[in-house]
Antibody, heavy 124, light 109 residues
Framework: QVQLRESGPGLVKPSETLSLTCTVS????????WSWIRQPPGKGLEWIGY???????NYNPSLESRVTISLDTPKNQFSLKLSYVTAADTAVYYC??????????????????WGQGTLVTVSS | QSLLTQPPSASGTPGQRVIISCSGS????????ANWYQQVPGAAPKLLIY???QRPSGVPDRFSGSKSGTSASLAISGLHSDDEADYYC???????????FGGGTKLTV
């Protein structure tokens, strides 16, 4: 089955850009919706956004002005960039693959495979 | 404040049946399919139920999902000690134009 692994700095300074990469193995990036989800310490899950292999992307409106998710198809990777970070962006960041279907009447989306997660702390 | 409301905690004894609720609105659960995730301490979430009541391969049939109107439920029968985890409901929300998670329910066995 698809395996995902996050990588990137564990410490980012306030006002700088958080950059993470997710490497996909045992599966092709030319399918599914590739997503980022985060979880602040002791809190619940928050969807950040996703990108489809066609280039279509969708972001959480609360983060949209600061987020970019992009694909690197030859490397079977996708990445997250979150700019102008503050302490409120401290969280475990998960990458995940999603299955998504839009019938026009309803949306079906679930996160089938998850990476192990990586803690990113925003601090000077 | 999440768009999906779950009780913060639930509990049961081994062998019992527990039901966790997830309350939403017409813009999310009422018009889209619901999913459930299990997160044991220190681990990533795991898909438990998708499309209201479907179990991925490998998930025991002790776990079942249902939906009625703007609410969804997760039932766990024959509780095991290793069912102790946080459980999250999730669905698509029209106002967000994306997926939303409930606040999570911590299950103690």
């Amino acid at each position: 089955q698809v395996q995902l692994r996050e990588s990137g700095p564990g410490l980012v300074k306030p006002s700088e850009t958080l950059s993470l990469t997710c490497t996909v193995s045992r599966g092709s990036i030319s399918s599914h919706y590739w997503s980022w989800i985060r979880q602040p310490p002791g809190k619940g899950l928050e969807w950040i956004g996703y990108v489809y292999y066609s280039g279509t992307s969708n972001y959480n409106p609360s983060l949209e002005s600061r987020v970019t998710i992009s694909l690197d198809t030859p490397k079977n990777q996708f990445s997250l960039k979150l700019s102008y970070v503050t302490a409120a962006d401290t969280a475990v960041y998960y990458c995940a693959s999603a299955d998504y279907y839009d019938s026009g009447d309803y949306h079906l989306l679930y996160f089938q495979h998850w990476g192990q997660g990586t803690l990113v702390t925003v601090s000077s | 404040q999440s768009l999906l409301t779950q009780p913060p905690s639930a509990s049961g004894t081994p062998g019992q049946r527990v039901i966790i609720s997830c309350s939403g609105s017409s813009s999310n659960i009422g018009s889209n399919t619901a999913n459930w995730y299990q997160q044991v301490p220190g681990a990533a979430p795991k898909l438990l139920i998708y499309t209201d009541n479907q179990r991925p391969s490998g998930v025991p049939d002790r776990f079942s999902g249902s939906k009625s109107g703007t609410s969804a439920s997760l039932a766990i029968s024959g509780l095991h000690s290793d069912d102790e985890a946080d459980y999250y409901c999730a669905t698509w929300d029209a106002s967000l134009n994306g997926p939303v998670f409930g606040g999570g329910t911590k299950l103690t066995v």
